[in-house]
């Protein structure tokens, strides 16, 4: 199934996390965070504007960005858990 966002929404795949700490401790599942780092896979066609016009969105696909942690929509397509969420939601684009 492909997905296709609309207006100025994006869908981001969250980055793995590290299960180990600097010391060398593995973290088990049940106790590690959820990432807030994700990589952006579709991107929606703008904002609509209250003049009617479209503003391009700022994030496009491939791009890797820092999101709130409860930020967007969780959802599953084909055994991946992605996140739907509006551009303003993302924080920053990591370069």
Known sequence: MKL??????????????????????????SAAEKPDQGEVLAVGNGKILEDGKVRALAVKVGDKVLFGKYSGQAVKVDGD???VMREEDIMAVVE
Do not use: F
């Open 81 to 83: 858990e992605l996140l």
């Open 4 to 29: 296709r966002p609309l207006h100025d929404r994006v869908i981001i795949k969250r980055l793995d996390n590290e299960r180990k700490t600097s010391s060398g401790i593995v973290i088990p599942d």
